[in-house]
């Protein structure tokens, strides 16, 4: 029997909003793309999520728009859930294709068009989305103070920063910063192989910066873990050609999901949810049977054994840790 109980621990999944609101393009989104958001979001609170990921690239605006006009058509849904937005990353602007900008103005200029698109006054989490080098933390500092002064950020966090890059930032901050967003999985796991890899020929092969899990665990930051479902590679879009440590992990989360009465998609989660940083994944897909299929995943990590854990670790390598 497939369990999706809501997950009992305090360990959490997040939606991530990036595959809602049609393409990447200016092309603007229709009526089709609202339901398809609508029946995401029912989905995700179906499996007991209340927290969901934005950024005011994804989708050239568009998720966060469809997202809003999901929140205006449903009374009292703003109530029952936690929003974050990202800022941080500019698109084809200023004659480039990428660059980066966390200078103040930008800050408090992206965040006021989340809002709007979000047709909500605050959300619970503003995350810094990657590192700018030219960033000055004083100016992000007085930024992020007046966005809270006014009410329209109650928290902050970021996104792919290692621990000193935190702690930097963190020097000159009145708040602290709430959560640090990765890119984590069984399939990308730099994260982790860079722990066990110190002082070994394969640590070459991983730039993951070392103590950053550390850090964030001491400090208290919660760990937010992107392309947690790997992708698909494992369970729901499979590779053309798999490898062969692709198809045995595949083999093997299927195998664990039927002993444990849940779902491939859970226990993947719940591989991540088990590691004790408190990591929290977060769910890319937007089709809702995928988003239901994730419920269990607190209840996995609670019963899964260390020799499970380590198993999947080593499938997924292809080859036994040193």
């Given at each position: 029997m497939i369990d999706h109980s809501v997950p009992?621990?305090?360990?959490?999944?997040?939606?991530?909003?990036?595959?809602?609101?049609?393409?990447?393009?200016?092309?603007?989104?229709?009526?089709?793309?609202?339901?398809?958001?609508?029946?995401?979001?029912?989905?995700?609170?179906?499996?007991?999520?209340?927290?969901?990921?934005?950024?005011?690239?994804?989708?050239?605006?568009?998720?966060?728009?469809?997202?809003?006009?999901?929140?205006?058509?449903?009374?009292?849904?703003?109530?029952?859930?936690?929003?974050?937005?990202?800022?941080?990353?500019?698109?084809?602007?200023?004659?480039?294709?990428?660059?980066?900008?966390?200078?103040?103005?930008?800050?408090?200029?992206?965040?006021?068009?989340?809002?709007?698109?979000?047709?909500?006054?605050y959300v619970d989490v503003l995350l810094l989305h990657r590192p700018d080098p030219l960033m000055d933390p004083a100016e992000v500092a007085a930024a992020v103070g007046k966005l809270m002064a006014e009410g329209k950020v109650r928290a902050l966090g970021v996104s792919n920063m290692s621990g000193e890059q935190i702690a930097f930032l963190q020097d000159s901050l009145e708040t602290p910063v709430v959560a640090n967003q990765l890119e984590m999985s069984l399939l990308k796991r730099a994260w982790l192989e860079s722990s066990v890899l110190v002082n070994h020929p394969e640590s070459a092969d991983y730039g993951f910066p070392h103590g950053?899990?550390?850090?964030?665990?001491?400090?208290?930051?919660?760990?937010?873990?992107?392309?947690?479902?790997?992708?698909?590679h494992y369970t729901g879009n499979p590779p053309e050609r798999p490898t062969p440590a692709e198809a045995a992990t595949a083999a093997l989360l299927s195998d664990l999901a039927r002993d444990k009465g849940t779902t491939s998609e859970a226990v993947l989660l719940g591989w991540l949810m088990r590691h004790p940083a408190g990591i929290a994944p977060v769910i890319g897909t937007a089709n809702p049977d995928r988003i239901r299929a994730c419920a269990g995943a607190a209840r996995v990590a609670e019963t899964m054994t260390r020799a499970e854990w380590y198993r999947l670790w080593v499938t997924a390598r292809g080859s036994n840790i040193p």
């Open positions: 009992s621990s305090g360990q959490e999944l997040i939606y991530g909003c990036m595959g809602l609101g049609g393409g990447w393009s200016d092309e603007p989104h229709d009526v089709h793309h609202v339901e398809e958001a609508a029946a995401a979001v029912d989905a995700a609170l179906d499996a007991g999520i209340t927290l969901f990921d934005h950024a005011d690239i994804y989708r050239r605006g568009k998720s966060e728009a469809v997202f809003g006009e999901v929140l205006a058509a449903t009374p009292g849904l703003r109530e029952r859930i936690r929003l974050q937005t990202k800022c941080g990353i500019r698109l084809n602007e200023r004659g480039l294709e990428t660059h980066y900008d966390l200078s103040g103005d930008a800050i408090i200029e992206r965040v006021n068009g989340s809002l709007e698109r979000l047709r909500t006054d950053t899990i550390e850090y964030c665990a001491r400090q208290g930051i919660t760990l937010q873990a992107y392309g947690a479902l790997a992708r698909g």
